[in-house]
């Protein structure tokens, strides 16, 4: 199975930083990969698929790159619900596989 | 509107087996897969697999093969995900979601069931 790996796995910002988020495939995986909020006790919501387009109704400081093994996830403008865990999943080749998460707190 | 409710709390013991039902809501049940995601406590995400029911296609992740089995019920818009012979760390949050882009996860999720594996 391809091995996704995040990084950092955790960070502090405050309130309207400009954040960045990478995932790394130990394979390439062309551009098939997303990314998913997920709040305590909540379930994962989608933000992003095939590494830049923007899911329906989600807030467009968020933005995704990046193709191969290299992907970013960025948000410009953390608001206050953006305090929470991040993850990316490759969506290339099954079995799927999850990136093992980024918390992102408040500094 | 679109809904995916899960059923409540199990509590199993090991060597058992466990089902957890994801009832459809708000749109054509046939016309979107059903991707089964866990969670184990404070831990991160793992994908399970996913099934089409409109043709029965599924497709598990080998770390979960020979023990799950996926089914969907078309007339009562439920999709079913059985693990059996359950260990401890089979102890988890399962989610069901309805697929999106490229079967991936989507857009619509339930709201989770924890499953508990305990002597």
């Known amino acids: 199975a391809i091995q996704m790996t995040q990084s950092p796995s955790s960070l502090s910002a405050s309130v309207g930083d400009r954040i960045t988020i990478t995932c790394r495939a130990s394979?390439?995986?062309?551009?098939?990969l997303g990314w998913y909020q997920q709040r305590p006790g909540k379930a994962p919501k989608l933000l992003i698929y095939?590494?830049?387009s923007l899911q329906s109704e989600v807030p467009s400081r968020f933005s995704g790159s990046g193709s191969g093994t290299d992907f970013t996830l960025t948000i410009s403008g953390l608001q206050p619900e953006d305090f929470a865990t991040y993850y990316c999943?490759?969506?290339?080749?099954?079995?799927?596989?999850f990136g093992g998460g980024t918390k992102v707190e408040i500094k | 509107q679109v809904l995916l409710v899960q059923s409540g709390p199990e509590v199993k013991k090991p060597g058992a087996s466990v089902k957890v039902s994801c009832r459809a809501s708000?749109?054509?049940?046939?016309?979107?897969?059903i991707s089964w995601v866990r969670q184990a406590p404070g831990q991160g995400l793992e994908w399970m697999g996913w099934?089409?029911?409109?043709?029965?296609?599924?497709n598990y992740s080998p770390d979960f093969q020979g023990r799950v089995i996926m089914t969907t019920e078309t007339s009562t818009s439920t999709a079913y995900l059985e693990l059996r012979s359950l260990r401890s760390d089979d102890t988890a949050v399962y989610f069901c979601?309805?697929?999106?882009?490229?079967?991936?996860?989507?857009?619509?999720w339930g709201q989770g069931s924890l499953v508990t594996v305990s002597s």
């Open positions: 708000g749109y054509t049940f046939n016309s979107y897969g």
């Open positions: 095939a590494a830049s």
């Open positions: 394979q390439g995986v062309r551009s098939d």
């Open positions: 099934i089409n029911p409109y043709n029965g296609n599924i």
């Open positions: 979601a309805r697929v999106g882009y490229n079967t991936i996860p989507g857009g619509y």
């Open positions: 999943l490759q969506h290339y080749t099954y079995p799927f596989t």
